[in-house]
């Protein structure tokens, strides 16, 4: 049984390096042009080329997002950028445009190419079509049902690939075919520069006596109609696998390196589980329990077993009982010290959670001492990204986190 690969979000090199340290098998990224997410740093053409020599020194790949619906304007120069994503090495363009498709296809002929889940294939015929259209892999949309998905991968080719999101924010429009943060703001979501209109708090206006405005909902509060709950597959992951998913995708490119290394983590921890103890495992609790501990809305499994239980009326805002404290920098063995990089304030006396791939993951570290980087005894850490020093015997990695309950 091939084994399969966890997609990871990478926004910028720092959340690049974050998610292959956790385990992520491949990550995807944004060029500075052509991408769904224009807000996020990304890559432009020395740093790109940097984030693929990086991936691929650790024997991982890299896929870069050309996902636009285009007009005609932005096929200036994008010519010349599927030429350039070849020659630096790319394992593959994820392109949802037709057009752009064609395009990358003629000048870069050896350039993989994905099909984003933007193009909302949800059934077999379309997703056999584009594999006729030299697409090697399908990103599934993400309406399409699990009942479904194995119907889809046993008429595709067998050198064809399926990939679906398995976690993270959720589209309240059909395959994010969305206007509204165009209409409401003028920046258009199917060129990368979504507001997330979707989010706001909305109210009905009665507009014959007054124009008085009626918040949508109970109390005070109101109500996010239009707010779609997070997606959380973890607990699924057998039997995604076994339907024909070969990637599993994390959403996330504008979120944190603390969200990207706690979601990686899990989901590189659950698929081994899968593959040692096979589809009827259950997730431990510890394991479910981290993707509480990240920036989260309710969770919810999409629609993948049907549509309900996909809306979170009361709140729109994420919630996240945990803070992250310190990056870690690397362990001083000469010094029997952990050196680590603040991040949010914390003070001696603190329990810190430890955030690792490695067996340390979830240990506590107590702070009965720490110093700083001229070896002065501190009792509190309160300058952003000050170099601390750590008496401990728990020999952590560097990109390794220390978090806090808050």
């Known amino acids: 049984?091939?084994?399969?690969?966890?997609?990871?979000?990478?926004?910028?090199?720092?959340?690049?390096?974050?998610?292959?340290?956790?385990?992520?098998?491949?990550?995807?990224?944004?060029?500075?042009?052509?991408?769904?997410?224009?807000?996020?740093?990304?890559?432009?053409?020395?740093?790109?080329?940097?984030?693929?020599?990086?991936?691929?020194?650790?024997?991982?790949?890299?896929?870069?997002?050309?996902?636009?619906f285009a007009?005609?304007?932005?096929?200036?120069?994008?010519?010349?950028?599927?030429?350039?994503?070849?020659?630096?090495?790319?394992?593959?363009?994820?392109?949802?445009?037709?057009?752009?498709?064609a395009l990358c296809k003629r000048v870069a002929p050896d350039l993989e190419i994905h099909l984003s889940t933007q193009a909302n294939t949800t059934n077999k015929y379309a997703a056999k079509?584009?594999?006729e259209q030299g697409v090697k892999r399908v990103v599934l949309a993400r309406e399409t049902r699990l009942d479904d998905i194995k119907g889809i991968r046993d008429y595709l080719p067998n050198n064809a690939e399926i990939e679906a999101f398995v976690?993270?924010?959720?589209?309240?429009?059909?395959?994010?075919r969305c206007l509204l943060s165009n209409a409401l703001s003028g920046?258009?979501?199917?060129?990368?520069?979504?507001?997330?209109?979707?989010?706001?708090?909305?109210?009905?206006?009665?507009?014959?006596r007054g124009g008085n405005p009626l918040t949508i909902g109970q109390e005070e509060r109101g109500t996010y109609l239009l707010n779609s709950k997070d997606l959380n597959m973890l607990a699924h992951i057998g039997e995604l696998a076994e339907s024909g998913v070969y990637s599993f995708k994390i959403e996330g490119r504008m979120k944190t390196p603390y969200y990207v290394a706690s979601v990686v983590n899990a989901y590189r921890k659950a698929i081994d589980l899968y593959y040692e103890y096979g589809r009827d495992f259950a997730i431990p609790q510890y394991l479910a329990d981290e993707l509480y501990k990240n920036s989260h809305r309710d969770y919810t499994t999409g629609f993948y077993y049907g549509?309900?239980?996909?809306?979170?009326?009361?709140?729109?805002?994420?919630?996240?009982?945990?803070?992250?404290?310190?990056?870690?920098?690397?362990?001083?063995?000469?010094?029997?010290?952990?050196?680590?990089?603040?991040?949010?304030?914390?003070?001696?006396?603190?329990?810190?959670?430890?955030l690792s791939p490695s067996e340390y993951w979830n240990d506590v570290l107590?702070?009965?001492?720490?110093?700083?980087?001229?070896?002065?005894?501190?009792?509190?850490?309160?300058?952003?990204?000050?170099?601390?020093?750590?008496?401990?015997?728990?020999?952590?990695?560097?990109?390794?986190i220390l978090r806090k309950k808050v």
């Open 71 to 101: 007009d005609n304007k932005d096929f200036d120069g994008l010519e010349e950028y599927f030429v350039k994503l070849n020659e630096i090495g790319v394992d593959a363009a994820i392109i949802s445009d037709p057009g752009v498709l």
């Open 366 to 400: 107590t702070v009965d001492k720490m110093f700083d980087a001229d070896m002065n005894e501190i009792d509190d850490a309160k300058v952003v990204q000050q170099k601390i020093f750590i008496p401990t015997d728990k020999k952590l990695q560097e990109l390794d």
């Open 129 to 131: 079509f584009w594999t």
């Open 1 to 68: 049984m091939n084994k399969v690969e966890l997609l990871a979000p990478a926004g910028d090199m720092s959340k690049l390096k974050t998610a292959l340290h956790f385990g992520a098998d491949a990550v995807y990224v944004g060029g500075s042009k052509f991408s769904l997410r224009a807000n996020a740093k990304n890559f432009d053409g020395e740093s790109l080329k940097e984030a693929v020599e990086y991936t691929h020194s650790r024997g991982k790949k890299i896929y870069v997002a050309a996902n636009i």
């Open 187 to 208: 920046r258009s979501s199917n060129k990368g520069d979504c507001v997330q209109a979707c989010r706001w708090e909305y109210s009905i206006v009665e507009s014959k």
């Open 307 to 354: 549509s309900a239980d996909n809306v979170c009326l009361e709140t729109s805002q994420p919630k996240c009982d945990y803070e992250f404290i310190a990056q870690v920098i690397g362990y001083r063995e000469d010094m029997g010290m952990l050196e680590v990089e603040m991040r949010n304030r914390f003070r001696k006396g603190d329990k810190l959670e430890i």
């Open 167 to 176: 976690h993270g924010a959720m589209c309240i429009a059909y395959s994010g």
